[in-house]
């Protein structure tokens, strides 16, 4: 049976939307082709009728995740503006419902340990995807005059993803709060936001 083109792209961005949560809380590595197929109804041959090999799966999917991450970050700077949509965005990401849903979460934090076995161009794909949320939190920045706001916002995201991994990693959840909350108080201070909690 022969589908419209409407439908292999609604089929191929169910896939992708499968993988990205496989991807997230798995890792690249434990992606079978056979059971993500099979968990959205789909046949192990379909599969190349959608994608080159694994590897660009991988690729789609963490180009997936960062979309709606950076979605996220987005809408929050232009709904709330700059200051309160970055303070919104830091105590989203560092807050407990983000360190409990790996399968929803941040590529960054889930995939860190990853990515320097994956090919070249996955690597490259996730290089571009974090430039593009480091540049709308410098963007961000800027706006607050804060300055030398591109090293800065690599600086801030770097210390969010670091926590958040962390956080995940321990084995008690008491310190694991004390880290995500070290991490906001300490963020927002450092760029200005203290009085935003």
């Given at each position: 049976?022969?589908?419209?083109?409407?439908?292999?792209?609604?089929?191929?961005e169910?896939?992708?939307?499968?993988?990205?949560?496989?991807?997230?809380?798995?890792?690249?590595?434990?992606?079978?082709?056979?059971?993500?197929?099979?968990?959205?109804?789909?046949?192990?041959?379909?599969?190349?009728?959608?994608?080159?090999?694994k590897?660009?799966?991988?690729?789609?999917?963490?180009s997936?995740?960062?979309?709606?991450?950076?979605?996220?970050?987005?809408?929050?700077?232009?709904?709330?503006?700059?200051?309160?949509?970055?303070?919104?965005y830091?105590d989203?990401?560092?807050?407990?419902?983000?360190?409990?849903?790996?399968?929803?979460g941040?590529?960054?934090?889930?995939?860190?340990?990853?990515?320097?076995?994956?090919?070249v161009?996955?690597?490259?794909?996730?290089d571009?995807?974090i430039?593009?949320?480091?540049?709308?939190?410098?963007?961000?920045?800027?706006?607050m005059?804060q300055?030398?706001?591109d090293?800065?916002?690599?600086?801030?995201?770097?210390?969010m993803?670091?926590?958040?991994a962390?956080a995940?990693?321990?084995?008690?959840d008491?310190?694991?709060?004390?880290?995500?909350?070290?991490?906001?108080?300490n963020?927002?201070?450092?760029?200005g936001?203290?009085?935003?909690?």
């Amino acid at each position: 049976m022969r589908y419209d083109a409407e439908h292999r792209q609604q089929t191929r961005e169910k896939v992708v939307r499968k993988a990205a949560e496989v991807v997230r809380e798995f890792g690249p590595d434990k992606i079978s082709v056979a059971e993500l197929m099979a968990k959205v109804g789909l046949t192990h041959g379909g599969f190349y009728a959608h994608f080159k090999s694994k590897d660009d799966l991988v690729r789609e999917a963490i180009s997936h995740i960062f979309n709606e991450r950076n979605e996220a970050l987005r809408n929050a700077l232009e709904d709330a503006g700059p200051s309160e949509g970055l303070s919104a965005y830091i105590d989203m990401y560092l807050s407990t419902l983000h360190r409990n849903r790996r399968d929803k979460g941040c590529p960054m934090a889930a995939l860190i340990g990853d990515l320097a076995r994956m090919p070249v161009a996955v690597r490259k794909r996730f290089d571009a995807d974090i430039q593009v949320q480091t540049d709308l939190i410098a963007g961000a920045l800027k706006e607050m005059k804060q300055p030398q706001p591109d090293a800065l916002a690599a600086s801030v995201l770097a210390e969010m993803v670091g926590a958040i991994a962390i956080a995940r990693a321990v084995s008690d959840d008491e310190t694991s709060e004390r880290i995500l909350d070290a991490a906001r108080t300490n963020i927002k201070a450092r760029i200005g936001l203290a009085a935003h909690k």
